[in-house]
């Protein structure tokens, strides 16, 4: 099994400019998260989707960010416009909806710099 | 509305020397207990999880936790600490139900020193 990919695995931008992170969960996996984190914040849940529908999006900080999952295996986390203070590692989480769905598998981060 | 704390930011131990990472729930419905490890420049990985039965759950590499439901805790443990143990531990809890969200403490960085 790949498990969860991410991609691009770094990003620098500049201030201003569109950012979109992009997230495979593992075949088979129904439940989707996005989480940020950061050394003052820790690890923040912006997002998760079940059966490819947003469920709870309490976490998304403002208009700038939106995420979307237009079909099982793929979604994306966009910031328009970005700006320094979403520098962060940003991770995607999938689980299943069988035995196990209470654990979490995360991808390896995308960590974001905006200058 | 549930919470959880981890009581240590930081936690520094020598090699081969115990450890015990600490961590309070607070919750009005039952829960599942989880830690998950962060090693460097990683992503978060499971390393053991309550959902019923015995109190007491142990992960494939030594760390041990035990659940408390009167004190509302759910403290990881190893008696003998490695150098590779050197990483962020997080504590998270869940409702007990089909909420598939976690709610996470903000972790505790341990560091093994030889």
């Known amino acids: 099994d790949a498990g969860v990919i991410q991609s691009p695995r770094h990003e620098v931008t500049e201030m201003g400019q569109e950012v979109t992170l992009r997230c495979k969960p593992i075949s088979g996996h129904n439940s989707l998260f996005w989480y940020r984190q950061t050394m003052m914040r820790g690890l923040e849940l912006l997002i998760y989707?079940?059966?490819?529908?947003?469920?709870?999006d309490s976490g998304m900080p403002e208009d700038r960010f939106s995420a979307k999952m237009p079909n099982a295996s793929f979604s994306t986390l966009k910031i328009q416009p970005s700006e320094p203070r979403d520098s962060a590692v940003y991770f995607c989480a999938s689980t299943s909806s069988g035995t196990g769905a209470d654990t979490q598998y995360f991808g390896p981060g995308t960590r974001l710099t905006v200058l | 509305a549930q919470s959880v704390t981890q009581l240590d930011s930081q936690v520094p131990v020598f090699e081969e020397a115990p450890v015990e990472l600490r961590c309070n729930y607070s919750?009005?419905?039952?829960?599942?207990l989880f830690w998950y490890v962060q090693y460097p420049n990683q992503g978060l990985q499971l390393l053991l999880k309550?959902?019923?039965?015995s109190t007491l759950v142990e992960s494939i590499n030594g760390f041990e936790a035990e659940f408390n439901k009167s004190q509302t805790s759910f403290h990881l443990r190893k008696p003998s600490v490695h150098i590779s143990d050197t990483a962020e531990y997080f504590c998270?809890?869940?409702?007990?139900?089909?909420?598939?969200?976690?709610?996470w403490g903000l972790g505790t960085s341990l560091a093994v020193n030889p």
């Open positions: 989707f079940n059966n490819n529908v947003p469920i709870d």
């Open positions: 919750s009005s419905v039952s829960v599942y």
């Open positions: 998270a809890v869940k409702n007990a139900g089909n909420n598939r969200k976690l709610i």
């Open positions: 309550y959902l019923s039965g």
